[in-house]
C-alpha cells in the first residue's frame, strides 16, 4: 500500500491525496494500491499549477510510512517539532500527531 | 552603512519585476516546476519541507534598524510572526506564498535590500566579523572591502554559473571570529595587506584553506580575486557535484600549482579594468564611518551597584559583552539561544525590538553573526541596564554567548529537505540540560555545532564539540566530533567514538563535559585546550553509557 503526497504550488503546504482530493491532514490520507498509486501520480506529475513533486510513499500493514521514511514524513505530517512551531498541522487539525 | 545608488536601485527594481513575471508564469502554467525551479532559486526562494522559504541576503551581517523593522513587518504580514537567522549571516522566512514573493521582494527593496545570490552556484553573500568596526582587536575594518566584493560579484556575468556555489569570508582583526579557513576564499586583512587563504570548506569533504598570498594590496584585491575564480571556473569539476567546489580543485592540483596558476592569470589579466579605482575605494569606505560616538558620563560605581542588585544582569554583562575600541562602549551579543528553544529564531515581537534598543542605545546599527546572534556593535557603557532590561521583556538576555549552550544549529529535518536528522530538536535538549548558568559560567567557551546532514551548514567540522545527523535505517543517528576550531587556530573535528540516537546524545555530551571539568588544569584551560593537549581519544569512552 502506498500514499500520495505533494507540495501545494500556491503555499507549498503538504498534500495528501485522500478519495479524489488533495487535503493538509495525513490522517485521513487514502491507502493506496501499487499500481492505483502510480496511475494516480503519473496523472498529478502532469497537473504542475495545482502541485508540485508527487511522490509515493509506501507504508506498512498499520497505515504508517515504512521505516526509512518514518521520520521525515513524520515531521511533513505534523509541522515541525520545535518551539512556536511543534506540530503546528496536527494542532490544526485537533488531532494528535499521526505516524507515530 | 552603505546605501543604495541609482545603480543599486535600478539593478534591484529591475530583477524583482523580472521575478514577478516569472511568478505569474509559473502560477499560470506558462512555465513548468523545473523552468522555474532555477529561476527561484536565482532569487532566494526554495520549495522545502512544508512550504517555500525566502533566503535574505544580509550583506556581510550588517542590518539597519529599519531593515529590522522591515522583517518583523514580512514576518508578521506573510510568514508565521518569526524569522530564523543562519549560519551565513542571512534570514531565512519558513511560511512563504508564492504569490506573495514579488510583494515582499518589494517590500525588501524600500529598505534596499533583496534575495539575490543566496543561492546557486555564484559568489554568495560575503561574511565577516560580527564585531568590524567596533572591536578593540580589529587592525582594520573589513566591511568596505565586503561592500567592494558585493558590487563586484552582484549578478557578475562570468561568475553567475560557477562549478559550484562560492563563499568569501573576511576578518580583520587578530582574532579570527569570521571562520575564514573553511570557506572557499578566506581574506585576513592585515596592514600589509590581505592574505588570501584558498580552499576551505566543510560539507562532504572538509578542508582547511590554504595561504596561496600575502600582502594583496586592497586595490589589487578584486583582480586578484578575480584570478582565482577564473582559474576555478576553468578546472573546477563541473562532472560531479560532490567534487566541484574549489576545495577539491585546490586539493587536487596542490595549493602551490594552484596558486601558481592564478599568478600567472593575475598576470594576463587587464588588472586596470577591473581593480577599483582610489576614489572609487574612498567613496566606499566612506559609507563606514565610526557613529557619532555619545559622550555619556560613565559611572562604573553606578553599573557595578546594578550588578550586585541583579546577579542575572552581572553574568550577561561579563558573558555578552565584548570589547570595544573605545572604553567608554561594548559590543553587546543579543543571544537568540534562550534555553529550550531553537536557535537563530526570532519573533516579529523581539525583533521590532531589538530595532528599538538599536535605535535608542546603538546608533541605529545591528548585525547577525554567523553563530546566529543579533550583535549591537556599539553601546555606551552607561546605557547597559536600561539595554538589558528591555531586552529581558522579551526573552532575549541569555546571558550564554560562547558558552555551551550558545549552539549552532541547521534548520535540519524540521524543514530542510537535504536533511537526514533533525538539529533543533536535539539542541534544545542539550541547552535543557545545562540550563544551570551556574554550570554553563563553570564550564566556560565550549561551542558546540550541530548540522542535520553531511553538507554541514551547521558547521559541525569546527565545532569544539560536533554533531552530524546521519539516516540509518530510518532511525536518526548522530556521530560525535571533538576538537574542531574555526578561529585563527583552525582546525577539523574528527569523529569520536560510535555514533548515538538522539536521546543519547545529551547525556554523553554531560559525561564529557564532567570528564573536562575533571582533567584541567585550571578554569582558564578551555574544553579546546584540554582536547589539544590530551587528545580527543581521551574523551572517546565518557561518550559512551559505561557498560
Known amino acids: ?100 | 552603512m552603505y546605501v543604495y545608488d541609482q545603480f543599486d536601485h535600478a539593478l534591484v527594481r529591475e530583477r524583482n519585476a523580472e521575478f514577478s513575471d516569472q511568478v505569474a508564469r509559473r502560477l499560470s502554467g506558462e512555465l513548468s516546476e523545473d523552468q522555474f525551479k532555477p529561476l527561484r532559486l536565482m532569487n532566494g526562494l526554495y520549495l522545502q519541507l512544508h512550504a517555500y522559504m525566502l533566503r535574505i541576503a544580509i550583506p556581510y551581517g550588517v542590518l539597519s534598524s529599519v531593515q529590522m523593522r522591515k522583517f518583523a513587518h514580512i514576518a508578521r504580514t506573510y510568514d508565521r510572526d518569526f524569522g530564523h537567522f543562519t549560519t551565513r549571516q542571512n534570514l531565512q522566512f519558513n511560511w512563504i506564498k508564492l504569490a506573495d514573493t514579488p510583494k515582499i521582494l518589494e517590500e525588501l527593496a524600500e529598505v534596499e535590500m533583496h534575495a539575490m545570490q543566496t543561492s546557486g552556484n555564484c559568489i554568495r553573500n560575503t561574511t565577516t566579523d560580527q564585531f568590524s568596526g567596533a572591536a578593540k582587536d580589529e587592525l582594520d575594518d573589513p566591511r568596505p572591502w565586503a561592500e567592494l566584493i558585493r558590487q563586484w560579484s552582484t549578478i557578475h556575468p562570468e561568475f553567475t554559473f560557477l562549478p559550484r556555489k562560492f563563499k568569501i569570508a573576511i576578518t580583520g582583526a587578530t582574532k579570527d571570529r569570521a571562520a575564514i579557513r573553511v570557506h572557499d576564499i578566506g581574506l585576513h586583512l592585515t596592514p600589509k595587506g590581505f592574505e588570501v587563504y584558498v580552499g576551505g570548506g566543510m560539507g562532504r569533504t572538509p578542508h582547511l584553506g590554504h595561504l596561496i598570498k600575502s600582502g594583496v594590496p586592497g586595490e589589487k584585491l578584486l583582480s586578484y580575486l578575480e584570478a582565482c575564480l577564473r582559474v576555478y571556473n576553468r578546472y573546477g569539476r563541473r562532472d560531479n557535484i560532490y567534487k566541484a567546489r574549489i576545495k577539491i580543485l585546490v586539493s587536487a592540483l596542490g595549493p602551490d600549482e594552484y596558486a601558481r596558476q592564478v599568478e600567472e592569470e593575475w598576470n594576463t589579466l587587464d588588472q586596470a579594468a577591473i581593480d577599483a579605482p582610489y576614489y572609487e575605494i574612498d567613496r566606499i569606505r566612506s559609507f563606514f564611518p565610526d557613529p557619532a560616538f555619545a559622550d555619556k558620563a560613565f559611572d562604573q560605581a553606578a553599573l557595578d551597584r546594578a550588578k550586585a542588585a541583579d546577579p542575572a544582569f552581572a553574568r550577561w554583562v561579563r558573558n555578552n559583552t565584548h570589547a570595544h575600541k573605545r572604553d567608554d562602549h561594548v559590543s553587546v551579543t543579543i543571544s537568540t539561544k534562550p534555553v529550550g528553544l531553537p536557535p537563530g529564531d526570532a519573533s516579529s515581537a523581539q525583533m521590532d525590538v531589538m530595532a528599538d534598543v538599536a535605535d535608542s542605545f546603538a546608533y541605529g546599527e545591528l548585525r547577525v553573526a554567523h553563530d546566529q546572534n543579533i550583535i549591537l556593535p556599539h553601546v555606551a557603557k552607561a546605557d547597559l541596564y536600561a539595554l538589558y532590561q528591555q531586552l529581558d521583556r522579551v526573552n532575549l538576555s541569555t546571558a550564554n554567548a560562547k558558552k555551551i549552550s550558545d549552539i549552532i544549529a541547521c534548520p535540519g529535518l524540521d524543514y530542510c529537505t537535504l536533511a537526514n536528522a533533525r538539529s533543533i530538536p536535539l539542541s534544545q535538549e542539550i541547552s535543557k540540560r545545562f540550563a544551570d548558568a551556574d554550570l554553563t559560567d563553570e564550564i566556560g567557551e565550549l561551542e558546540i555545532k550541530i548540522s542535520g546532514c553531511i553538507n554541514a551548514c551547521g558547521h559541525h567540522h569546527v565545532g569544539h564539540i560536533g554533531i552530524l545527523g546521519v539516516d540509518k535505517q530510518g532511525i536518526e543517528f548522530y556521530q560525535i566530533l571533538l576538537g574542531g576550531r574555526a578561529d585563527e587556530k583552525a582546525a577539523l573535528g574528527v569523529i569520536t567514538g560510535k555514533g548515538l540516537p538522539a536521546e543519547a546524545v545529551p547525556a554523553a555530551i554531560e559525561r564529557v563535559v564532567r570528564l573536562y571539568l575533571q582533567l584541567r588544569t585550571s578554569p582558564a584551560e578551555r574544553f579546546i585546550d584540554v582536547v589539544e593537549r590530551l587528545g580527543r581519544e581521551t574523551f572517546a569512552e565518557a561518550l559512551h553509557e559505561p557498560a
Do not use: C, S
Open chain 1, 1 to 100: 500500500m502506498k500514499l500520495l503526497t505533494a507540495n501545494r504550488l500556491t503555499d507549498g503546504l503538504v498534500l495528501w491525496y485522500a478519495d479524489g482530493q488533495w487535503v493538509e491532514d495525513a490522517a485521513i490520507a487514502t491507502h493506496l494500491e501499487d499500481a492505483a498509486g502510480e496511475a494516480l501520480k503519473a496523472e498529478w506529475v502532469a497537473r504542475e499549477t495545482e502541485v508540485v513533486a508527487p511522490y509515493l510513499i509506501p507504508v506498512t500493514d498499520d497505515g504508517t510510512p515504512v521505516q526509512r521514511e518514518l521520520v521525515r514524513e513524520f515531521v511533513r505530517a505534523n509541522g515541525p517539532t520545535i518551539g512556536q512551531t511543534t506540530f503546528d498541522t496536527a494542532k490544526q487539525f485537533n488531532r494528535d500527531e499521526v505516524f507515530q
